[in-house]
């Protein structure tokens, strides 16, 4: 169990904390302004993506499994503190082609497309020429039991029509966004057991039939790359379009969601940081009642709690990545659960004491608190909703604590005091 | 201490209910057609207000000083279960000509405006025809110190010049708004105690010099009445805007804090209330794992730990506003300090269950669940951060505790057990 | 809806305050003395009741029936302040013969009792000559669902034959307990519904075959009256033990629940307020960092969330005791609950600040706080752990949710932005 | 950052449960007959200690400097998770001679002893022949400043005079205790900075004029070892009983700090980790309403959070003994004031959650946990209350934050939006 990153992690690292510096910070007011006007800032970031690639700061998060792929081959627990340094500014990540969905995408692309799935999606993803997003949650299932999903794939010829609708789906409006990576129960394999009904099918965003119905407004503000209401009606694709086998979709499914939540939890992590960092700013040149807000107990207070809760929830991240890394998926599925609930809840608590130190300036957009908060929030449903990750850490455990009960030393009787 | 609404407030208040629902509910989706369009709803408002002031439904906030001036006599406590039936709908207490900020300054004009004054700002206030800003808070003062706003009144032959800028103050972008109440340091007050140098002007919003710099977005929605940072470039006014004695400002301010407390925290308790008729309703009809989330043990926790959090806090507003008709302002200092925390804090807790229970859907517009959410947060600054309050409520206790130090019963060593 | 209270019962409180002051904490510290020592202090307490008869401050909490009975014909609103201020010495209420759990069997005498069972138990608990118990909790029944006790009454000639085991009964070991008031299921009742198998026998402590078995340490005190494990092996009572109709004991029991409940919920009030008076008092004289500690804003913090925390609690409990005296105890039975759940929850927390004020002393035996926090974990499973009050205030407010379905004005979709 | 331990670490974990398991846990009720009889069960303990010292379970605690010296060089991260594993049961960490205080004296010893006091107390402490007190708080005097200390040393000849008052000292009623380790003030040294003024005195407990004046019960529960109240009234000692330097009692004190909150914060979360382990037995043995406790959302969300809590606090205490091993106490000050601060709050939260799985029995001493919870509420005072640690932890980040004010990167105004 060891946490230090690599040496080649660490120099990337002070390569990324230049660049974050240098060409990122400074971008910000440019970026400001285009999204203020309702347009994705290309013009911002096509430069800054050229610069990332030129320096080698490029596909950060793709261990990479050919040699002749772009990837860095960074374990998760070399990419984690890189994650946390990108995810300070929100839109970061794309500069290096690290951001969500894109990275899920990347990685199941890698590890199940075709040849010919991969010429056409992968390699420009990994150039960073297009985008794309991942079509699973809808309205009218729990997302808590996927197995409901009701989007249907209807064998057409050689190929599927695709009936249903999808909400919350992240990136549809992004400019360059082409591909559409869609969970659905086949028709083929009613006789299938539940978890065996679905599969992946790849869906050109500009398939006939597939229509961005709105832009979900998430906690009143409307992303510019879109977390979407997608309905499709009749979409018909050819027999390329599956990816994998037939009825794996879950299981495909399932290979991305590790490295994704530890790429999430450690931006949330950034993001914390750069909250107490502008918190205790804020503390240092403020004052009230004739005393700078440093000096109250209870600023102190929000201080000192948001330190250890963070570097807590860091460490259970790393722990996380670590054991990804050397176990493997399986034997990771409750610390993700874990690391998804606790960063989720951390954000808001962290924010929330930002914002009450900087006064009603937190309220503003004067500073980026008031939209961490609000997304933090967010984070609490994305992924699952607190409760779906509670419920299965509180399963995990019981069963632990079910099969132990025939052993000795932890048995109830045993710990108590016993009376003659 | 009789928290009994009196028969002529429960007549009030059925009809208001059915105005509620007969008219205000059904207006909701044109509402909000213009809303999203960037445009204040006044096709929407006009007929309701008409309709409302027919029915009586007008200027219930306003006890009424002089028979001759609307207003319905109405007690505070009267009030305020008219404010919480209002409150479920942020914008409804305009169709009753009840909203803030305007209440506030027409308790304030009726107390203290010179016959002109009254015939040019209050009439047309009362009569619903034009609305008002208060501007008090400056981005350089820290709110819970207004002793250190620096928004100077220089005179200027018999009238002013006022030079400053204030922020978050709500009101300047309504379409109707006519009115700048605005506090500020008269320069001619210099060797004043410093709660005695500021003064009181009334600001046409046309005058030359006065600029809605921008309208703040809060919490990432920007309201479309405003909350405005105003600039004051040299605004010239005549000896008429002077509103009561000079360097009486804060005296004057202060009148009109206590009955606007008592409004906002019964909106904010009808906000709660709504959100947990919401809560039960999707409770009663989602399912997750095969159950109703109504059997949920956890969701059942939050449904009961609402109802009692919401019931002590009206319990609380009711005392205060009780207190605020019997005993008068001075008495009610700190009790309306209360309610303004306990409320404030409490409406971010209850939406936050409530959103909860809906899943992604309660980040969405598709409920008013995230704004009102975001709108609690918001409250814990308005009128000032719940620091402020849990300060002034500590200091009137300790004030108390140091009184009866000398008295016998209260002594520490008497409560405690005396070895020999 | 009038909360204050009758002038008598203002003049009782002021002649009850004076007895505190006067007479009971100066008792302190002899009481200290005979309880380390392991002895209920009948000689500090005997005096004191005496004292307090003489005074008209005897059995307060009993409104009286009969023209002919001691009672003080107090409402329960009357009787709630009278109760708080009681309550802040632990032991105090005993001496105006005001007492749980003897409140509750006086009141259930009064409402059920013959002449013959009148005069043998009640007559001598109305006059405080003896005290009694009332045992239901079981050890392995959960209190949540009381269908399930398994004590036996066996028909036995005329009369019952008793077994069973009863734990955490409070009073047994007072040295002047004569009566175990027993809820149990009669064997002659099979065929009836679960709520109508139980009956209430009056049985005589002296009774062959009930044993104390142990007085469970509760938090780590051993209360000197005790919090008992009883056994019941075969003990035999003649038909006079029978309360009120066989098979109505569950009906009997509910009589004394709610105003019991305000008596409890008034008294941990006043233990709240005590340890905010200590709290106060410690802070001003305490010093820390070159500070007081009442300087320091995160202990202001602490004061004002107490005193707004019990303001609101205590209005809570004036309700439910007002709507027991106007509309009974079926209507106010969630009421009840509510008041149960929330001065538990409020105990351990006021408490809890109070004890971090005080520093190591606040562990110790020189201040009550210490014990009063235990004790206040321990309320939160007396009558009833907090989440069988949560699940029963949230079944209520879903059943009225499920009532109002079909209603017009809170049907969810109402609320709702509606997109065209 | 490697937390994994040594192999050596591991095999002596792997005997150390097998010991718990096999003759500690046997142990209990012989243990617990001895302790409510008052009596310190040295029966129990002796050959317990017998046993751990030939199984080579002796003193892990101690790095060990001298070859000659008993210790396992164990590292401080090699020695965490043996404290947690012995700290399930509170005096357990007595039996392998590695409790407090004594482990924290003989580290002291082996530092600073000249070779007489080394054989006169180090060698009879190796050996688990005599255990030892460290006298440090005084009543007058908040922990928070020990600067103020007021015992007093008077150069006495070639020796003493102790004159002062100290409370809470933990060990002194052991009836192994011989020595009493006092840091006071000398009175030769009136001109040194605050912090240069103390010295430590090596004092025999038979010493005249050493009186323990009361065994002081914590949270109502006297231990037997005693955490007492000493009056030193003219205690007279020769030159010999001064350790290390005059002036350097701090200095002396701080070094034996670090390790002693490693020790403690893992024993807690051995303690939190039983808990959890205890609930989710009761949770899966105990039914309420039908159904089986763990299977309740609440009572899952319960064993969730405890879960992930206390994997959080644990990495956070390796992560401190780690870095107390690489970078010595000095640069882990901080991280060691996070986990007294952290494993302190987590004590009580997760032993409260226990006890409510538990009902009425969780208050009982049928189960550790009333003790161990209200043990935890003790802990957060135990070297120093929480917000002596929430202080310093703030001022080191906020120094950090003032030393950074000049850096580029981290400015406040870069991470806003700028508009033009």
């Known amino acids: 169990m060891d946490f230090a990153p690599s040496p080649r992690a660490q120099a990337l690292q002070a390569t990324l904390q230049r660049f974050m510096d240098d060409l990122v ?25 050229a610069k990332a690639r ?25 990419y984690a503190p890189l994650a946390e340094t990108m ?29 010919a799935q991969a010429e056409r999606w992968l390699d420009p993803l990994l150039r960073g020429e297009i985008r794309s997003c991942f079509a699973m949650s809808e309205p009218d299932t729990a997302s808590s039991d996927p197995t409901q999903l009701q989007t249907h794939f209807t064998r057409d010829g050689a190929g599927w029509r695709i009936n249903g609708r999808k909400w919350f789906i992240t990136g549809p409006t992004h400019p360059n966004c082409r591909l559409a990576v869609v969970l659905g129960v086949s028709d083929d394999r009613p006789q299938a057991p539940p978890h065996a009904r679905h599969s992946i ?13 709105r832009n979900i407004p998430v ?12 309905v499709f009606r009749d979409v018909r694709v050819g027999p390329e379009a599956l990816l994998g086998e037939a009825g794996a979709g879950f299981a495909l499914a399932q290979a991305r969601l590790g490295p994704g939540r530890v790429h999430h939890a450690m931006r949330s992590i950034g993001q914390c940081e750069l909250a ?14 004739g005393q700078r807000m440093a000096d109250f107990a209870n600023v102190q207070d929000w201080i000192a709690q948001s330190r250890v809760e963070i570097d807590q929830a860091r460490l259970l991240v790393l722990h996380a990545a670590w054991k990804l890394d050397t176990r493997g998926p399986a034997a990771t599925r409750t610390d993700v659960a874990a690391i998804k609930l606790v960063t989720a809840q951390l954000q808001t608590r962290v924010l929330d004491r930002a914002m009450q130190v900087f006064g009603a300036m937190g309220l503003s957009p004067d500073t980026p608190l008031a939209r961490l908060w609000a997304w933090g929030r967010a984070l609490r449903f994305l992924d ?13 455990e019981l069963k632990q604590a079910q099969a132990q009960r025939g052993a000795n030393a932890l048995h109830l009787r045993r710990w108590m005091p016993q009376p003659d």
């Open 201 to 213: 099918l790849l869906v050109p965003m500009d398939t006939p039939g597939l229509v961005i119905e």
């Open 87 to 115: 995810g300070r500014v929100q839109w970061a990540s794309e500069a290096f082609n690290c951001s969500a969905p894109d990275s899920g995408t990347m990685e199941l692309l890698q590890l199940f497309a075709n040849p």
């Open 219 to 230: 906690m009143d503000h409307q992303a510019l790359e879109g977390h979407c209401e997608l």
């Open 25 to 49: 910070l400074p971008s910000l007011p440019e970026w400001h302004r285009w999204a203020d006007a309702g347009l994705y800032p290309l013009d911002v970031l096509e430069p800054l993506k």
């Open 276 to 289: 107490l960092a502008l918190m205790c700013e804020r503390a240092l040149e403020r004052r009230a009642f």
């Open 384 to 396: 699952g909703p607190d409760e779906v990750h509670l419920r299965s850490i509180a399963r995990h």
């Open 54 to 78: 030129e320096l080698g700061l490029w596909n950060l998060f793709l261990p990479g499994l050919r040699d002749d792929q772009p990837g860095t081959r960074l374990s998760h627990l070399d």
